[in-house]
């Protein structure tokens, strides 16, 4: 069944129907473009949502990141803003698949429609014309046939009239057969084109208008198809994204089963451990009996024994103590407890008067615990102060303090392991160019070593500076320093630096002063422990990284290189760290480096 056989008398039907099925069309069109403007928004929010509770540099909650449970909730912010980058992909797909190219199909659509449409316009314009020309001859012949019928009736009466002449009659007949052959010739174009009409009537109606027909059809049965993958891709451009989004809220799931309430305590008491000890007992003096203090070996006034708490304080003796930085709301007023005695003044020589009980025993005994424990030990309200920032953290309490150095000392170790490979790659280029000058001038490397062995022995200087401080802190720290860079540092600076003129230097004390030959140097002796252990490792082959291909010949005269034939195949053992060198092996299993410059490299995948 199609349009052109069924539907032949339907054409303002057809038209109808195509022209609303392009609405519908824009109609989707603008319904998708709705739905991606409330993704985005959606997305928008979300992000504004996950920026606002997101801690700031610098502030408490960034710091207080180490924490489990603040940790979750920041992975929380990330996964709900990856999950906003997914509804604004949703956004951009259905824009890009559905809105845009829906959009360039229904403009398709419409320049077709119309050109069908123009076509079919036509061939209706080209039968009516052919119907006004048939029913212009038809309306001609038949005017000329009653012409000619007139005539002949005029020349027959005229032949039966007696009076008529024979010029009369001659002249009606000849009247009567012009009429009579016009009319013929009026019925011959009538019948030529009454059968012009109909055959572009039949044309019309069975090849012309069914083909136009059949091609709205397909039109709109392509139209209709790719509406439906419109309405496929609707729901698929979401569901491709669905499995991101289900990582998104497995990792919102697994940030809450991360939050481990024990390791959060664990943090808080590693970051905020003091190290401090507890205060002790105090001594009991029995004022009531009048004791003189100076003859107590337990008194804290003896003149054998450090200051009481009094002479400690000074000027502060006048300020409480108070535990939690709030005053108790059951302290007894002055006036509501009585002093249960009133011991004797004590001689000048045995030290200052004794305190007398103004308050309740309790409060004062709270008192000489502030007044003691002050001098070691700040109250909770200082603690909260910001002291003064020294070079060897003295400022924070011992564990703390521990901890910044150690994390110091790892710092140092590494600029110090950077600077020990920068000095050896150097030094190495440095001989290179000596044996090849071509290759480079070796003095336009001296600024640079100079430079170098400066670096190092400043931050050994600073190494040991801060280690001894450890030391002093509570033990002995554990420098990031790796083991290859311990024994490369001790080789180089053990024999030898080279200066501007490549001439060494004297060895150097951990201080930074020179040190005599015979004299060891305490800095060995951290090396010396891993001197086997070295030894055992440089036994094992690396494993190679990769291949490389040499471009060019190289000699390989100075030590640690290799030499190197243009086309050869080597292994890559470790890759260029910045030097121009690249460590190779060959199949016998010598190894040694080569110019970078020289082979074309191809690393392991």
Not at 327 to 337: G, N, T
Request: proline share 5%; with cysteine.
């Amino acid at each position: 069944m199609d349009w052109g056989t069924d539907l032949w008398d339907q054409y303002d039907i057809i038209d109808k129907h195509t022209q609303s099925g392009l609405e519908l069309v824009e109609k989707y069109v603008k319904f998708v473009k709705e739905r991606t403007e409330i993704e985005q928004n959606y997305a928008k929010q979300l992000r504004n949502l996950t920026k606002k509770y997101n801690p700031k540099r610098g502030c408490k909650e960034e710091q207080e990141c180490r924490f489990s449970n603040h940790q979750s909730f920041l992975d929380i912010l990330n996964e709900m803003n990856d999950y906003a980058g997914q509804r604004e992909l949703i956004a951009e797909n259905m824009m890009m698949n559905i809105c845009i190219e829906l959009t360039k199909y229904l403009q398709e659509l419409k320049m077709e429609r119309k050109t069908h449409l123009s076509e079919a316009k036509k061939a209706q314009q080209s039968l009516e014309s052919t119907y006004k020309q048939l029913d212009s001859s038809k309306k001609r012949f038949e005017r000329e046939w009653r012409e000619a019928d007139k005539a002949v009736q005029y020349a027959e009466k005229t032949d039966q009239d007696i009076n008529a002449t024979k010029a009369d009659v001659e002249k009606a007949k000849q009247q009567a057969n012009m009429r009579t052959h016009i009319a013929e010739e009026c019925k011959n174009d009538y019948a030529a084109q009454l059968q012009k009409y109909n055959k572009e009537q039949s044309q019309f109606y069975f090849s012309d208008m069914p083909l136009i027909f059949n091609k709205l059809q397909d039109m709109d049965e392509r139209r209709v198809r790719k509406l439906a993958q419109g309405y496929v891709l609707f729901s698929d451009t979401e569901r491709h994204v669905m499995p991101i989004i289900g990582k998104c809220l497995e990792g919102v799931t697994k940030a809450g089963t991360n939050v481990n309430e024990r390791n959060d305590s664990i943090a808080l008491i590693e970051q905020y451990k003091s190290g401090f000890e507890r205060p002790g007992d105090l001594d009991f003096e029995d004022y009531s009996q009048g004791i003189n203090r100076a003859s107590s070996d337990s008194s804290l006034g003896t003149l054998g024994t450090p200051k009481g708490p009094l002479e400690l304080l000074g000027k502060n003796r006048s300020k409480p103590f108070w535990l939690f930085s709030k005053k108790s709301k059951l302290s007894p007023s002055p006036s509501s407890l009585t002093p249960l005695s009133t011991p004797p003044a004590p001689s000048p020589a045995n030290g200052p008067p004794s305190p007398k009980f103004g308050r309740d025993p309790l409060s004062y005994c709270l008192k000489e615990i502030n007044k003691t424990v002050k001098p070691r030990i700040s109250s909770f309200r200082t603690l909260g102060r910001t002291p003064t920032v020294t070079e060897d953290f003295g400022h924070l309490p011992p564990e703390q303090r521990r901890k910044r150095l150690q994390q110091k000392l790892d710092d140092i170790g590494k600029e110090l392991q950077k600077e020990v490979d920068q000095s050896a790659a150097l030094e190495k280029m440095k001989d290179v160019y000596e044996k090849n000058p071509q290759m480079g001038d070796p003095a336009s490397l001296s600024p640079q070593i100079n430079q170098t062995a400066q670096n190092v022995e400043r931050l050994r200087g600073e190494f040991n500076k801060y280690e001894s401080w450890l030391t002093e802190a509570g033990r002995r720290g554990d420098s990031m320093l790796r083991r290859d860079t311990l024994r490369e540092d001790a080789l180089s600076y053990r024999s030898h630096s080279f200066n501007n003129n490549g001439s060494t230097h004297e060895p150097y004390s951990p201080d930074g002063t020179h040190s005599e030959e015979g004299t060891p140097d305490p800095s060995q002796a951290i090396y010396a422990e891993f001197d086997d252990d070295f030894e055992e490792e440089e036994e094992e082959l690396v494993a190679p990284i990769g291949q490389c291909t040499a471009m060019y010949n190289f000699p390989g005269a100075s030590e640690g290189t290799i030499t190197m034939q243009e086309g050869e195949v080597l292994s890559v053992v470790e890759e260029d760290k910045g030097d121009g060198w690249t460590r190779v092996r060959r199949a016998n299993g010598n190894e040694g480096y080569i110019p970078t410059s020289y082979v074309s490299i191809s690393l392991s995948k």
